[in-house]
């Protein structure tokens, strides 16, 4: 990884942004990683309440964080908080990460493993208090690649003046084996985010999504 990346940045407008490394991490190097991460890592498949009901997530999920950050609750759910050291390659992985992105620090980390295409992730934003007004988020991908999808978050007012939408309001990405896509800036205020079922994505897909919690007081 000694050459630079070549990336492709796109301006969401209004302060937000993506950038996508396809080729972030050397495909064999991957292979491994995908295949420690679904052998190594204590997947669960939480019960989270969605709009009053209760439902099991769609995906697996594990936490890892740095000792002593407050704790990360969504949809209900407070996951265990696993320690860096118990995974080493995952520490490797961040390693490569920070990297990439030269300023970040990232100390925590959701992972999200989707059996197969009937696995998904609902439209969403990670915009929990304890990520900060503007959080980076730095998401990498292992296996089958899966359609990204982003699209503006609704107001009031984009409803009146353009119900169908419009098409710079809709974005999609094919997250490829071994890449990197980063969101920052306003995206989680003003955008949502999925990764929606498809039925012809055979295999599994592991999805490491790095975050900084920002400590108390900060
Ligand atoms: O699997 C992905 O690419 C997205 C995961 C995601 O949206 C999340 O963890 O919040």
């Known amino acids: 990884m000694g050459e630079k990346m070549s ?3 796109l301006d969401l407008g209004n302060g937000s942004e993506v950038i996508y490394f396809e080729k972030f991490l050397p495909p064999h190097q991957s292979w491994d990683w995908l295949k420690y991460l679904d052998e190594g ?42 320690l860096w050291d118990e995974f ?8 490569a990460v920070h990297e990439a992105l030269p300023g970040s620090r990232f100390n ?14 609902a439209w969403h934003s990670d915009d929990e208090k304890l990520y900060g007004p503007t959080p980076e988020i730095a998401s990498v991908s292992f296996g089958r690649e899966r359609e990204f999808l982003l699209k503006k978050r609704p107001t009031r007012s984009s409803k009146v003046e353009s119900p169908r939408g419009r098409s710079k309001d809709k974005h999609s990405f094919m997250l490829k084996h071994g890449s990197l896509l980063v969101m920052k800036g306003y995206t989680q205020r003003d955008w949502l985010h999925s990764v929606p079922k498809r039925a012809s994505a055979l295999g599994v897909r ?13």
Request: with cysteine.
């Open 88 to 95: 080493p390659p995952l520490k490797d992985i961040l390693k």
């Open 41 to 82: 890592i204590p997947w669960t498949r939480p019960t989270i309440r969605v709009y009053g009901r209760s439902l099991t997530q769609p995906r697996d999920t594990c936490y890892v964080a740095s000792e002593g950050l407050p704790e990360l609750k969504y949809s209900g759910y407070q996951p265990v908080v696993h």
């Open 7 to 9: 990336r492709s940045t």
């Open 206 to 218: 592991i999805n490491l999504t790095f975050r900084h919690v920002q400590s108390s007081g900060c």
């Open 108 to 121: 925590s980390l959701l992972l999200n493993r989707y059996k197969d295409g009937s696995d998904y992730v």
